[in-house]
């Protein structure tokens, strides 16, 4: 991304401009000039001379661009992150925005899965985006494990789950297993771990490891610690993605710029690079705002995510729920809605 200045680095008229610039283009969609700047009532009474003077300034140190040469400036990806971090004052959800997440989300006896799909159809409609809710993942529970050597370091490890279900994946050693030590670390599994999910398993050999608690060989514990690796990485590809509102990037602003439509369409039918996306605000734990081209799967659609996770039993985050867009979106209004809409979840599914 392109450096450049920070908040604190601008003048007090180079701030102003900036705000109203980044105002205006939020609201249009379109290049704002220096006329509608100085028309405006809180232009500060700067002439259309030394308004275009502050342009030239702003667009110098990356914070503004001109699509056209003769046409007005617009916030540059780079520009846009400033404003959101250093500028925008969001607050809590509206009233109305609040009550509409309520009712769209509370009704009784309504399945998870249910509520999800509600989540992306109530945040497309206030937000008038397209809105996503990576669904939380289905975590498989251990019943019994075993190892099978294909050759002296290739190995199937087979994993079946309290469901019935079988999973093989192929792990590569750096040395040969013995026999001996396929079978330990099969039963070593199934006595110590069945019952847990692989993540929990997973912690929990790390703790006997550490505290040396896992009487067992060191080819053994590497034999356990692969085979679970290749298993945990196969449930990180189980999370489900649900899009709503695609029809909402087709606004008027759009019809000019068709192709970053299609492409931004393009983006959210790869819904495995998707998940990628939203995978961040998990594992932040916290508010993720993609601008832009800070995000490769945007960077041809010049579009944004404003993505926060929510939680399930015992406050574990298991999904995040966000809406996706032109980069042109009203941040102050929409981060605090995706924000109430992941609480809201967090609340009903905890």
């Known amino acids: 991304m392109t450096s450049g200045p920070t908040i604190s ?7 102003a401009v900036f705000r109203q610039v980044v105002e205006e283009y939020i609201a249009s ?27 030239h300034d702003l667009e110098r140190v990356g914070l503004l661009g001109s699509p056209h040469t003769s046409a007005g400036r617009v916030p540059t990806d780079f ?6 971090d250093g500028m925008m004052q969001a607050s809590e959800a509206g009233a109305e925005e609040r009550a509409a997440i309520e009712a769209g989300l509370s009704a009784p006896d309504r399945a998870v899965e249910d509520v999800l799909s509600r989540a992306t159809a109530v945040l497309s409609g206030l937000s008038s985006c397209a809105a996503v809710v990576m669904v939380p993942r289905t975590e498989r529970v251990l019943r019994q494990a ?33 026999p001996a030590a396929l079978i330990e670390a099969g039963n070593y599994l ?27 060989d060191a080819a053994t514990r590497d034999l356990i610690a692969r085979g679970i690796a290749s298993w945990s990485a196969d449930d990180a590809d189980r999370a489900v993605l649900i899009v709503r509102g695609q029809s909402h990037l087709l606004d ?24 990628r996306v939203l995978d961040d605000a998990r594992e932040a734990r916290a508010m993720k705002i993609f601008i832009g081209s800070e995000n490769k799967l945007f960077s041809l659609s010049g579009s944004s995510v ?8 015992e406050g574990r985050i298991v999904g995040v729920v966000g809406v996706i867009g032109p980069t042109r979106l009203n941040y102050a209004r929409i981060v605090p809605m995706v924000d109430y809409t992941a609480r809201t979840l967090s609340r009903l599914i905890g």
């Open 306 to 313: 404003i993505a926060a996770p929510y939680s399930g039993a």
């Open 252 to 275: 008027d602003a759009a019809e000019a710029d068709l192709q970053r439509v299609r492409s931004l369409l393009a983006d959210l039918d790869d819904k495995v690079e998707m998940l």
């Open 146 to 178: 075993s190892f099978t050597a294909l050759s002296p370091t290739r190995i199937l490890a087979i994993l079946v789950a309290d469901d019935g279900t079988v999973e093989n994946r192929i792990v590569e050693l750096e040395y040969p297993a013995s």
């Open 29 to 55: 969609g379109t290049p704002v000039g220096s006329k509608t700047l100085a028309a405006r009532a809180d232009s500060l009474g700067l002439s259309s001379a030394s308004i275009r003077s502050v342009l």
């Open 79 to 84: 520009g846009l992150r400033l404003f959101v």
């Open 9 to 15: 680095e601008l003048s007090d008229r180079a701030r």
């Open 190 to 216: 199934t006595a110590r771990l069945a019952g847990s999910t692989l993540a929990d398993a997973a912690a929990l050999l790390k703790l006997e490891i550490e505290t040396e608690r896992a009487l067992i």
